[in-house]
């Protein structure tokens, strides 16, 4: 079955660069890479996605390796509010697989 | 333009009865989802819809029962719950229409926190 692998937990200090990687070996040629958090008690959020070249938005900065399998969320000044459980998801024929995400803590 | 909107936001159920989880969304949507959330893991899909009248299963749909009669709403049923459906229920949708599902990104309801004892 097609899925993602992310590590389970990281930390940062506050104001420094934070890249969450995410492999997916098993991406189909024209499926987008999605990226959504959830903050605590609350729904997921979208963060960014993209197909093959790299993405920017005001949350965050998609990397996408070359081959399409991984990539990386890029928060460029992590703050207190970004501590989050942040997933990469597939999407694969109108369903969203969902991993268990990596908790990233941020540390004043 | 209240986004996606669940209702109720909390619930306890006894074991046997039913009940009807809302969810409603204002953004013309066509695609609607059900996502079921138990503690530290991730979601897992129960039942998703692309338009009107269409339904389908998703990864965990024992149990529950969906239909779309319009474009706005997609009810979960519990047809007689038990206590392994103690979870935290999300809905989703997405304007998909305009080519594949994973161009566009989802908007998620805040939440049905549901116990069943």
């Known amino acids: 079955d097609a899925k993602t692998t992310q590590p389970n937990s990281m930390e940062s200090n506050e104001e420094e660069p934070v890249h969450l990687p995410c492999n997916h070996s098993?991406?189909?040629?024209?499926?987008?890479i999605h990226w959504y958090r959830q903050l605590p008690s609350q729904g997921p959020e979208y963060v960014i996605h993209g197909l093959t070249s790299n993405v920017n938005n005001r949350m965050a900065s998609l990397a996408i390796a070359e081959d399409r399998k991984s990539s990386t969320l890029i928060l460029h000044r992590a703050t207190l509010r970004d501590a989050a459980v942040y997933y990469c998801?597939?999407?694969?024929?109108?369903?969203?697989?969902f991993g268990t995400g990596t908790r990233l803590q941020v540390f004043p | 333009n209240a986004g996606v909107t669940q209702t109720p936001k909390f619930q306890v159920l006894k074991t046997g009865q039913s009940m009807t989880l809302q969810c409603a969304q204002d953004?013309?949507?066509?695609?609607m989802s059900w996502y079921r959330q138990d503690p530290g893991m991730g979601l897992r899909l129960i039942h998703y819809?692309?338009?009107?009248?269409?339904?389908d299963q998703g990864e965990v749909p024992n149990g529950y029962n969906v239909s779309r009669s319009t474009t706005e709403d997609f009810p979960l049923r519990l047809l007689s719950a038990a206590p392994s459906q103690t979870s935290v229920y999300f809905c989703?949708?997405?304007?998909?229409?305009?080519?594949?599902?994973?161009?566009?990104?989802?908007?998620f309801g805040s939440g049905t926190q549901l116990s069943v004892l």
């Open positions: 819809s692309v338009g009107a009248g269409i339904t």
């Open positions: 989703a949708s997405s304007y998909s229409s305009r080519g594949p599902l994973s161009r566009e990104k989802l908007f």
């Open positions: 998801i597939l999407i694969i024929t109108d369903k969203l697989i």
């Open positions: 098993t991406i189909s040629g024209t499926d987008y």
């Open positions: 953004m013309n949507h066509e695609y």
